[in-house]
């Protein structure tokens, strides 16, 4: 029995992707003929001969140093926001302010990098500022709701103990539920910034 469902399924997979392949009228002759497959190989012939000339190198190094520049600003950028927006997120201000600030974190992770880009070259201009807001806008998103998560889940313990002790609740934060969360924030930060770069 089981093996004529496995049959049943494997022929719908192969009709899905047939019928996919009818649908979208895919021309697979353009592909191999009139030089097609020719054009890829010197395409990636050319990775084989690379531009090692001064203009070329500093054009580069000018590039490589520009987008580590966007990518650390547009992190940093995010990290604060987020850590901003993760507060109300994480429930530290009441709920209608915890719904809030779910939404606006849900609204800025789900818009894509490229698509903030587009939008904030209307308000900056082309350039590298208007890459910096759209990774900032975008990493604020993920970053907030990772931090929430990790507040939400830091124990409550450590910063109990120094409101016990007539600590204000900035300070029960600061050194109580803080330093323990530290490294998981770091750790989500650097890993953010990893993905801007790329």
């Keep these: 029995m089981n ?17 996919s392949f009818a649908y ?10 009139n030089g097609g497959l020719g054009q890829m190989g ?11 000339s001064a203009g070329h190198l500093r054009a580069v190094w000018r590039g490589a140093l520009e987008t580590l520049a966007m990518s650390g600003m547009g992190t940093l950028l995010a990290m604060v926001v987020g850590m901003l927006l993760a507060l109300p997120a994480a429930g530290r201000f009441g709920w209608p302010l915890q ?5 606006l ?4 992770r789900a818009i894509p990098e490229l698509v903030w880009a587009a939008l904030t070259v209307l308000a900056a201009g082309l350039g590298p500022n208007a890459g910096t807001l759209a990774l900032a806008l975008h990493t604020a998103g993920v970053l907030g709701r990772l ?5 939400e889940n830091a124990p409550p313990e450590p910063a109990a103990a120094i409101r016990l002790q007539g600590g204000s609740q900035v300070a029960a934060f600061c050194f109580g539920t803080l330093p323990n969360l530290w490294p998981q924030l770091l750790a989500y930060s650097l890993y953010r910034w990893e993905n801007n770069i790329r």
């Design 3 to 19: 093996r004529v469902i496995n049959l049943v399924l494997l022929g719908a997979i192969v009709s899905a992707v047939v019928a």
């Design 24 to 33: 979208l009228e895919l021309d697979l002759h353009a592909l191999v003929g």
């Design 42 to 52: 010197e395409y990636a012939g050319r990775f084989l001969q690379p531009d090692l």
């Design 99 to 103: 719904g809030a600030a779910r939404l």
């Design 105 to 108: 974190l849900n609204a800025l």
């Design 147 to 151: 931090f929430a998560e990790a507040l």
